[in-house]
């Protein structure tokens, strides 16, 4: 049996007002480094994403300390170090496609992040 096709738990990770909108955190879930971002819309609805925390370009655990913004339609990550794009949604790195990260199934409820990881 495929291991990736299983459903993941859904671990709490904090409140949602303890991550400063438009910015990112780290969180240890099931023993991996998870950058989880929480995005504010000009609409006043917010998102919540989950993405590796490693950046495989600086071989760094960054990936949560980087700025978002967006390029065309996607919500990116920029890397802190070499300035890679990551989609938040995908994981992909816009730049350096072999260098894409794993993204994570993440959601707000009753005012508590979750991430399934």
């Not at 459903?7 to 099931?30: F, H, K, M, S």
């Not at 023993?31 to 760094?60: C, H, K, L, M």
């Not at 967006?70 to 990550?77: D, K, P, T």
Request: net charge negative; proline share 7%; aromatic share 8%.
């Amino acid at each position: 049996m495929n291991n990736d096709r299983m459903p993941r738990p859904w671990t709490p990770i904090c409140p949602i007002d303890d991550i400063v909108p438009n910015t990112g955190v780290c969180a240890l879930v099931n023993g991996e480094q998870v950058a989880i971002f929480r995005v504010n819309s000009g609409d006043d609805t917010q998102s919540v994403y989950a993405i590796e925390n490693f950046d495989p370009g600086s071989q760094a655990a960054v990936l949560s300390r980087g700025l978002i913004g967006s390029l065309g339609e996607r919500i990116v990550v920029a890397s802190p170090i070499y300035k890679h794009h990551f989609d938040l949604r995908t994981g992909e790195c816009l730049e350096t496609p072999s260098y894409s990260v794993s993204a994570f199934a993440a959601r707000v409820e009753n005012g508590q992040v979750w991430v399934a990881a």
